[in-house]
């Protein structure tokens, strides 16, 4: 599985949200296509930063490149690089469908690669400290297939059933004693689902 990740500022976000509500639904109907999963950040706890981000999930990069030549693409405009991304660490999930009243975290890593291995091993410590709290729910990391072209070198989905119980976790001392060195390395914002189209929803 592979991914195409846009993290996007917009002071239209409504009107983008319809359009990329449309535009997957078109996808949807491309080989390979897994699902798209468009996010609305309503809350940032480090940084100033954006308002939507949409994982697009195909079975592989040949997947993707035969639906961009026919021009299939999502209509989020003014992001730079290229944002195809792949899954190097992830939670046992519970699978599920979107729910718009689960907490979703989006952390974007904005490092170099020297410092990609001491970041990977503070997200999988972390994973694995979110996997005994209650109310986690799963957790993915992804990394960039073009490190020279894209912002973000790592960018990390964790969700969870609701904010308080995430908030548990994060004022914990055993968590901060992880996160702390690498303060300032990635943004933590707040967002839920707000669409989910998958494969079985093309006509």
């Known amino acids: 599985m592979i991914a195409r990740i846009d993290i996007a500022e917009s002071a239209e976000v409504t009107s983008l949200e319809r359009a990329w509500v449309r535009a997957s639904r078109e996808l949807a109907a491309q080989p390979g296509f897994l699902s798209t999963r468009i996010h ?8 100033t930063g954006y308002d939507l981000v ?3 999930r195909w079975n592989d990069l ?3 490149h035969s639906a961009e030549a026919t021009g299939a693409t999502l209509p989020v405009e003014g992001v730079r690089g290229i944002n195809l991304y792949g899954c190097v660490d ?4 519970i699978s599920q469908p979107a729910r718009d009243s689960n907490l979703v975290i989006l952390n974007p890593y904005r490092i170099r690669r020297p410092q ?11 994973r694995r400290l979110m996997a005994r709290r209650e109310g986690f729910i799963g957790a993915e990391l992804f990394q960039t297939f073009h490190p020279g072209e894209d912002t973000f070198y790592f960018v990390s989905r964790a969700e969870w059933e609701t904010e308080a119980a995430f908030m548990t976790q994060f004022e914990g001392r055993d968590y901060q004693q992880i ?4 303060s ?4 933590i914002c707040f967002s839920n689902v707000i669409e989910e189209i998958t494969k079985k929803d093309t006509p």
Do not use: C, L
């Open 54 to 56: 949409s994982i697009a």
């Open 116 to 126: 990609a291995a001491d970041n990977a091993r503070m997200w999988n410590a972390t």
């Open 62 to 64: 040949a997947a993707y």
């Open 90 to 93: 992830q939670s046992d999930f």
């Open 179 to 182: 996160v702390s060195p690498f």
């Open 184 to 187: 300032g390395t990635f943004q």
């Open 40 to 47: 609305r950040v309503y809350r940032r706890m480090n940084a």
